[in-house]
């Protein structure tokens, strides 16, 4: 230490990999397989736990088939690397970074999460939280802002996921002066150099996220997974509904489950749809209209916990939905 | 002559994986953590520079290790050391406090005398690196 010079970044110990190189204290596993034995790939599986991952992702989440699948091939990805590397074949830390596309409320945020966690689990990413920012947290206000609010934003992100919501509001086109292009050149800089530390995910609206990805070259180039994020149908979108009222305790009566589907299937066509994020908040009208008709009724007959938990077609039939067409 | 200053100021100088286990032990703690320089290494010298701002929710050590080095690789020849907040109510005070970097050569301190009033005699110590205007204390010879 006494030299005096700037030394380069120590290269972080992965916790839970044993193969990772200086690892602390006892290395799990210390010296390489020789080239004749074999792996049971089955058993690493389970053992590095990436099927409980997936499977809950398949459990919680309706649709979705291309990036679950993507999901799956990062997971055997990251095994089959881990596995190598016991053997001495080491390839280098894949490059993670994402992006998502997709029309509001088709999971990207969720996804995102599941995706922070199933790093964390595979020993790609050391603490595997997720940090998630919008232009605001990383562009400054005046000359000499962006720089520091970047650094300390991608700072906290170190060893998780950083989710940047609406990325393409980073660049502006129409002003050359916006502080964003800051933002963005210290991103990449990042997205470069501390590969094992980070994992970026840019997140927003196919086109725009195009128009983005077109004026930055260099940050397309470095996004290695482009995952597209398609509309729910109306079948994803009722069973998105039923595990979101089960989850809230609550459940459709038997005419209500057919109000429910039609009642989906009329805002699907009107503005403003927003896919799972609609159903919620349809679901949050229906409950507020829930309590107001067991109010209404004047306690008569008394409410059983069924009734507590029972929602009826009234309770969307009342929906502007209904009533505008 | 080495000087000894902070929490672990008679080990032998950490390495780059030592100072993020400290880092790690810090942050588990919800300590909020931040990195000072310096060129005046007298023991009463409260006054270090701030080197960016003091890093507040970070979840992994590796941003904090980045910054230090980051420190280092504009001052190599000042002392630089890391502190760790602890906010908690009733404590709000530095937790730990270590040095990450120090002057390849450091001159050491003299003992001056100072005759006061009735033959007493007043004494300080006094950095001979400060005999050197600052910014220039440590210019490799």
């Not at chain 1, 020993?123 to 997720?130: A, D, I, K, N, T």
């Not at chain 1, 800051?182 to 840019?202: S, T």
């Not at chain 1, 482009?226 to 989850?247: C, K, N, Q, T, W």
Request: aromatic letters at 8%; proline letters at 6%; a negative charge.
């Amino acid at each position: 230490m006494s030299e005096g010079t700037p030394r380069p970044l120590f290269a972080l110990p992965v916790r839970g990999d044993p193969a990772a190189p200086g690892g602390d204290q006892v290395p799990a596993v210390p010296e390489l397989l020789a080239d004749d034995v074999t792996v049971d790939l089955a058993a690493e599986r389970t053992s590095a736990g990436v099927d409980e991952i997936i499977e809950a992702l398949d459990r919680d989440l309706v649709g979705l088939r291309p990036v679950k699948d993507r999901i799956s091939e990062i997971a055997a990805l990251l095994l089959i690397d881990r596995v190598r590397a016991r053997f001495g074949l080491t390839a280098g830390p894949p490059s993670l970074h994402m992006s998502f596309t997709g029309n509001p409320g088709t999971g990207k945020t969720t996804v995102a999460l599941r995706m922070a966690r199933l790093l964390h689990r595979m020993g790609y990413l050391r603490r595997g939280h997720l940090v998630c920012v919008t232009r605001d947290d990383l562009v400054g206000q005046y000359i000499g802002h962006t720089a520091p609010k970047t650094k300390e934003v991608l700072n906290r992100a170190m060893g998780g996921v950083l989710f940047i919501d609406e990325a393409y509001y980073l660049y502006r086109a129409e002003n050359e002066r916006d502080y964003g292009q800051e933002a963005i050149e210290l991103l990449l800089q990042y997205m470069e150099n501390y590969r094992d530390d980070l994992v970026v995910i840019m997140a927003g609206y196919a086109d725009r996220m195009d128009t983005f990805f077109a004026s930055n070259p260099g940050m397309s180039s470095r996004i290695a997974h482009h995952l597209d994020f398609p509309d729910y149908s109306l079948d994803e979108l009722v069973a998105i509904g039923e595990l979101m009222l089960s989850e809230r305790r609550y459940r459709l009566s038997d005419q209500a489950q057919q109000t429910f589907r039609d009642y989906l299937a009329r805002r699907m066509t009107q503005p403003r749809f927003a896919n799972a994020r609609s159903v919620r908040n349809a679901l949050e009208r229906a409950r507020l209209r829930h309590a107001n008709r067991l109010l209404a009724a004047g306690g008569s007959p008394p409410s059983t916990k069924d009734d507590l938990m029972r929602l009826e077609p009234a309770d969307f039939l009342a929906s502007r939905v209904f009533t505008s067409s | 002559m080495r000087i000894t200053q902070g929490t672990f100021s008679y080990l032998p100088d950490f390495t780059d994986e030592e100072i993020t286990s400290q880092l790690d032990y810090a942050l588990g703690q919800g300590w909020a953590l931040s990195v000072e320089f310096t060129d005046d290494p007298h023991p009463r010298n409260n006054y270090w520079d701030m080197w960016a701002l003091p890093m507040f929710a970070l979840a992994d050590p590796a941003g904090a290790l980045r910054e230090i080095n980051e420190c280092r690789a504009i001052y190599p020849d000042r002392y630089i050391r890391v502190n760790a907040y602890d906010s908690r109510r009733g404590r709000q005070t530095v937790a730990l406090s270590f040095l990450v970097n120090r002057p390849a050569h450091e001159p050491g301190f003299r003992l001056d005398r100072q005759e006061a009033a009735g033959r007493s005699i007043r004494y300080t110590t006094h950095s001979y690196a400060l005999d050197r205007p600052a910014g220039d204390r440590y210019a490799p010879k």
